[in-house]
């Protein structure tokens, strides 16, 4: 992010606002009309697509938990008059439909994207974390929403193995292969409290850990919900954990473990993490 942005820590990632609204209202098609309509209305000629990762992409989302992740490609910079018509627009259109945790997404530039470097380069960013800021300023949010972030090569890995195209070109014309070796230090980079975090956030560090596992050992990038499914039949000594963790995602309670146990699973987890990617974690074909 910009030099006056700080990244936020990794428990404050996992715990946006929540927005106050029904689940029961969530229009999925009429949101994805309503992001593209919002980045034509900023992006205008400069606008090359919007594509769409995280869980909606990888099966595991739920309009009660998840929000909506995707990135907006544009050929240049935008300029800011142009970055607050996309923010203004977005808040308008697309904000009043977004699922319980919200909207993320970040505007990259081609070259960014065809020829990925970590950490990743953006032109903008926005998340729930960073709502209040912007509506206490908006000029100075979007003048200031700029630089680089280290968790896109995550994001951009997830994209190219299952994402989505909502409008332009397809994505292997608009996306370069992001190397092994800049997913595994995003990985770890947001693993790296789990110790603690497993204790406050259980079920999202505990699947976080399973998928990050999983992707050490087979090179396949996972949801949370298959993180934890590979996880049950793979590491049965940790059956309760991870049972625990995948019954309270889906909404069935799960009951509560020691934290002594979770934090036993996260030492596990870190440890072989630590070990690095198998030989199996290569990128995808492009």
């Not at 607050?84 to 808040?91: E, F, R």
């Not at 926005?126 to 896109?152: E, Q």
């Amino acid at each position: 992010m910009s030099g006056a942005e700080k990244r936020p820590p990794a428990a404050a990632k996992r715990s946006p606002t929540a927005l106050k609204r029904s689940p029961g209202a969530f229009n999925g098609p009429a949101l994805l009309q309503a992001v593209v309509t919002a980045a034509r209305a900023g992006g205008g000629r400069e606008l090359v697509g919007v594509y769409l990762h995280g869980s909606w992409c990888l099966g595991g989302f739920d309009p009660r938990v998840s929000d909506l992740d995707y990135v907006i490609v544009v050929r240049h910079g935008l300029k800011q008059a142009a970055k607050l018509a996309l923010m203004q627009a977005t808040m308008r259109l697309a904000w009043p439909l977004a699922p319980v945790k919200g909207l993320e997404f970040h505007v990259l530039t081609l070259a960014a994207t065809r020829h990925f470097s970590h950490p990743c380069a953006f032109d903008l960013h926005f998340s729930p974390l960073h709502l209040a800021a912007y509506r206490g300023d908006p000029a100075a949010y979007v003048a200031g929403m700029h630089g680089v972030d280290p968790d896109l090569a995550a994001h951009l890995t997830v994209l190219k193995a299952c994402g989505q195209v909502l409008c332009g070109p397809a994505i292997a014309a608009t996306f370069g292969p992001v190397p092994v070796a800049a997913y595994w230090a995003s990985v770890m980079a947001d693993v790296e409290d789990a110790s603690a975090a497993i204790v406050t956030d259980p079920v999202y560090v505990t699947l976080n850990l399973c998928r990050s596992l999983a992707f050490q050992a087979t090179g396949r990038v996972m949801g949370k919900a298959a993180g934890g499914e590979w996880g049950l039949a793979t590491l049965p000594e940790w059956g309760d954990v991870i049972a625990t963790a995948l019954a309270g995602y889906r909404g069935r309670g799960g009951g509560k473990l020691a934290a002594s146990r979770l934090m036993a699973f996260a030492t596990f987890a870190l440890r072989t993490l630590r070990r690095g990617p198998s030989p199996a974690a290569t990128p995808l074909p492009d």
